[in-house]
């Protein structure tokens, strides 16, 4: 059944957001300048987004273009981090305390783990670029040809082998996708 989409329902849940794309740096290292991307729950740097676009919403022109990235805004009122989507209800990223791994909702719910960390999450303004920070250190994991990023909580057991890198962020004006699978 197809579900009923109204075009209120296309605008954003974070209407007055800054979106941000997301850059890693860490000089002379292999996660020197790589996108943070957003794709099977998790958040990794390089690769590509998985973005996904429902036929009834594309049909309607609801669905932002994807080339394949990723981008985020701070509700600096909750100092919680979303996907930039579009999909009502938007897309919530947070940390499994287990692991440290970053990971986010699926569209239409807000499960996550128990005990997960949600909020601590700011944007530091400054120049042309910014910085994301988090209340955890944020490392890079390789794993294969990307690198999944993990906050480091008390108690998580994170991999072995992992690189801090600094979250520097460049302002954008519209959500990258209507949401990410
Ligand atoms: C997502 O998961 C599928 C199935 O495990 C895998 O083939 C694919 O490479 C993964 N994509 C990314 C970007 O991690
Ligand atoms: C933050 O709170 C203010 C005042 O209640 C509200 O106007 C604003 O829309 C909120 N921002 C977000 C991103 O929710
Ligand atoms: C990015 O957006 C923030 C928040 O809207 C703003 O304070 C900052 O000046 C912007 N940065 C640039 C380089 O435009
Ligand atoms: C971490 O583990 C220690 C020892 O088991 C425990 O005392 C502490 O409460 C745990 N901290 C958190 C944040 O779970």
């Given at each position: 059944m197809k579900s009923a989409i109204s075009f209120a329902a296309l605008?954003?849940?974070?209407?007055?957001a800054q979106y941000f794309g997301v850059t890693s740096a860490r000089s002379g290292?292999?996660?020197?300048y790589l996108p943070m991307n957003a794709g099977n729950e998790t958040i990794y740097l390089g690769g590509q987004a998985l973005a996904y676009c429902p036929t009834n919403v594309g049909e309607l022109g609801g669905c932002p273009e994807n080339h394949g990235q990723t981008n985020f805004a701070v509700n600096s009122n909750a100092s919680t981090l979303e996907l930039g989507?579009?999909?009502?209800g938007g897309q919530q990223v947070y940390a499994d305390p287990q692991t440290g791994a970053l990971k986010y909702t699926i569209p239409h719910s807000a499960a996550?783990?128990?005990?997960?960390?949600?909020v601590g999450w700011s944007v530091e303004y400054g120049g042309t670029l910014g910085r994301l920070r988090f209340a955890f250190e944020l490392l890079a994991c390789q794993d294969g040809n990307i690198w999944p990023v993990y906050a480091v909580i008390p108690n998580a057991t994170l991999p072995d082998g992992c690189l801090s890198f600094d979250a520097l962020t460049v302002n954008q004006t519209e959500p990258a996708a209507w949401e990410f699978e």
């Open positions: 605008s954003s849940s974070l209407a007055s290292s292999a996660i020197q989507t579009a999909v009502p996550m783990s128990e005990g997960a960390a949600v």
